[in-house]
């Protein structure tokens, strides 16, 4: 490891960033040093403006775009301290596209099909927590909280805890994997017990229950979690609950489930039922 790359990842470790962002912001700043072939410490902000067009050109996502643009704007701002080049790495308007949301319908149908055990118990805590993938992968068997009906969900997205309830039902199917599997210290091992499950694992295996499902939308994992949000909404748990379940920052994040909400879009008046117009044969002699 190069000594500017080593300092860009202690000066991301003094500021409690995540594992998982310091790997992407060390690889955003590699993808500009390899498109170059030199050190970023030598390059313009001519330099970075053409590797953001390039970017463009290689149409890559509006997500990974921003990630890259984030990278480069703290190594130069705070690894190099050139404060002046950091308004120049402009960041993409992402398209604000509706979440998919799975029918609760979808959901037990999704939950039918999938291999009873640890993957039916896997998507069941996922949904039945509001879980992002890395947070149910990285759940301890300690974080299941019997005794007060709580699961706590340790550095989730921004490094904060959370807790979300704990139902009976899931406490059942859960206490009937520990009786199977017994691994400690995760919740769902990966390959070893030493590690938890890899994230691509719990893909894969919702891609093809989804398949068998018979289900034709453009899902992820991550739909369960937004399924949760908008079945809790549609049940009439309030916006504020929704927000610290989900662990947003912001309510107007949580807001955003409202545009997909059947109860709060059945509130919106039909507004042709509102006029009178005139039938077919009215006016007739």
Known sequence: MTSLRQRLVDDLRLRNYSPRTIEAYVAGVARLAKHFNRSPDQLTVEDLRAFQLHLLEQRVSWSLF????????????????????????????????????????????????????????????????????????????????????????????????????????????????????????????GQTAERPLDPSSVQRMFRIAMRTAGIAKRATPHTLRHSFATHLLESGVDLATVQRLLGHGSLSTTAHYLHVSRRHLAKTPSLLDLIAVPSATEGRP
């Open 66 to 189: 921003n990630v890259v643009v984030s990278s480069l704007r703290f190594f130069y701002g705070t690894t190099l301290g050139r404060a002046d080049a950091v308004p120049f790495i402009a960041y993409g308007k992402r398209t604000r596209s509706l979440p998919a949301v799975l029918s609760v319908d979808e959901v037990r149908t999704l939950f039918e099909v999938v291999r009873p055990g640890r993957d039916r118990t896997l998507l069941q805590t996922a949904y039945a927590c509001g879980l992002r993938i890395s947070e149910l992968t990285h759940l301890h068997v300690t974080d299941i909280d019997s005794a007060r009906m709580l699961v706590m969900v340790r550095a989730g997205k921004g490094r904060k805890d959370r807790q979300t309830p704990l139902s009976e039902r899931l406490l059942v199917t859960l206490r009937c994997h520990w009786r199977t599997h017994r691994s400690r210290p995760w919740l769902f091992p």
